[in-house]
């Protein structure tokens, strides 16, 4: 049975849109290289949240699975580029919160 990563990020004040775009044209393509499959990216509608948040949840086979392919994600060459590149002007992130979860045995993702 699959475990599902629930992770917020919490970008500093009016850096929101150069995270987004930092997913949408780098970070999910290096997540799928590292068998970090995406479920699902969302921003919250209503403010204060909808200008500082970005909450996605990724797939995992195992919390262990999780582990290794978090850590040869963050070591990709590749990733620390667009990370610093997209940093130019400092940090897109405040702090990243993390919940692993399993789904129950009602849910349709199993």
Request: glycine fraction near 2%.
């Amino acid at each position: 049975m699959a475990i599902y990563e629930l992770r917020t990020y919490h970008a500093h004040e009016g850096k929101l849109d150069a995270l987004v775009a930092r997913f949408r044209d780098h970070t999910v393509a290096l997540l799928d290289r590292h068998n970090l499959k995406s479920v699902g990216y969302w921003v919250p509608q209503d403010p204060p949240l909808s200008v500082s948040q970005l909450i996605y949840i990724v797939e995992h086979p195992s919390r262990e699975a999780a582990e290794k392919n978090w850590a040869a994600f963050i070591a990709d060459p590749d990733w620390q580029k667009v990370k610093a590149d997209s940093e130019i002007n400092g940090p897109l992130v405040v702090k990243i919160d993390r919940l692993f979860m399993n789904p129950t045995d009602f849910s349709t993702l199993k």
